[in-house]
């Protein structure tokens, strides 16, 4: 016999009747609240709408772009923080960004070709510099024109040992200067020898027939400034090899150059390659790279004169057709 069951059987739920006049009335509230709501200036979000959540961020990141500027400690920073990671920019990308409607051809017609001044970092390196006035004193000795700079003797004895110091290992081998004393006179001599010590920096031991146009040679030493000068020349360089030069070793040398000689390099199957310069004034190539190739010669301007056809013929001049611009 089936045991009675514990629980109760639950009542039938009566279904809840709510008057039609009620649900009536709810409605018409519910419709009232909405129109409401809806009608509020600020959209219905309970604060800003999004358009202006997009507005007031924008704002907001301009104001993170037009920070006020740094101060002299902050603008130069430690190299450790030299570079900081930059902030993405809620700016418009500027005009330079956009890219260019402007055919080539007129951008480079419409812009100024840039010029090559003389710089630390251009062939002009060295002590004695264009446009730059130098002091010192002038004495005079026995000249035939040779000297360190291995041009050999000449007639014309208007010529200069420079000091030690700006001769700098050559570098000033063939440059003309413009001397002036300080009575007003003034000559211009080429430079071809070494003046060693105790010739001090600025100094110049000139030929006695140069000293003698700026004063009586018993004065024996007079105050004088000198400048680097670019004369006019209706000369040509001329190119020597050294005595003793091969296709395995050779010695090259450049005479009779307008401006001061920076540079001189042979092409090699390598390309161009610069040769080191002895303080005798020849270019070397130990090795016999690029002896008896093509030469080529930069002045302290940057101007680049190619010299070819020339064979190795020791101790011979050999004259080109060409020469530096005049400065």
């Known amino acids: 016999m089936t045991s009675p069951s514990h629980r109760r059987a639950r009542p039938a739920r009566r279904p809840v009747r709510v008057p039609l006049l009620t649900v009536v009335a709810v409605a018409a509230v519910a419709l009232v609240v909405s129109l409401v709501i809806a009608l509020r200036p600020d959209g219905g979000h309970g604060g800003r709408s999004e358009a202006g959540q997009d507005r007031a961020a924008s704002v907001a990141g301009a104001g993170k ?36 409607t402007t055919p080539a051809s007129a951008r480079a017609a419409a812009e100024p070709a840039p010029r090559k001044p003389v710089t630390a ?84 031991d000139l030929s006695q027939q140069a000293f003698a146009k700026l004063a009586p040679l018993s004065t024996g030493r007079i105050a004088i400034t000198w400048s680097l000068l670019s004369p006019a020349t209706s000369d040509t360089i001329s190119i020597r090899y050294k005595t003793g030069s091969t296709q395995y070793w050779c010695g090259i040398q450049a005479i009779g150059h307008r401006n001061p000689l920076a540079r001189l390099e042979v092409r ?14 020849y270019f070397l190539s130990e090795q016999g790279a690029g002896c008896g190739s093509a030469i080529r010669l930069t002045d302290i301007y940057g101007e680049r004169l190619t010299v070819e056809g020339l064979a190795v013929r020791a101790n011979v001049v050999q004259a080109t057709r060409v020469q530096f611009a005049r400065h």
Do not use: F
Request: charged content about 15%; hydrophobic content about 25%.
């Open 65 to 100: 772009d037009t920070q006020p500027t740094p101060t002299a400690e902050s603008a130069s920073p430690s190299p450790s923080t030299a570079s900081p990671t930059p902030k993405a920019s809620t700016k418009a990308p500027t005009k330079s960004a956009k890219p260019s």
């Open 121 to 204: 970092a251009a062939p002009s390196s060295g002590r004695i510099r264009p446009g730059a006035t130098y002091q010192g004193v002038a004495t005079a000795y026995d000249s035939n024109g040779d000297g360190a700079c291995s041009y050999g003797p000449t007639s014309d004895v208007m010529n200069a040992a420079m000091n030690v110091t700006d001769y700098e290992t050559s570098r000033a081998c063939g440059a003309y200067v413009l001397v002036r004393a300080s009575g007003g006179k003034s000559i211009t001599v080429r430079i071809t020898n070494e003046c060693p010590a105790p010739c001090q920096p600025g100094q110049l």
């Open 268 to 281: 090699t199957s390598g390309g161009w390659k610069a040769l080191p310069r002895t303080g005798y004034n």
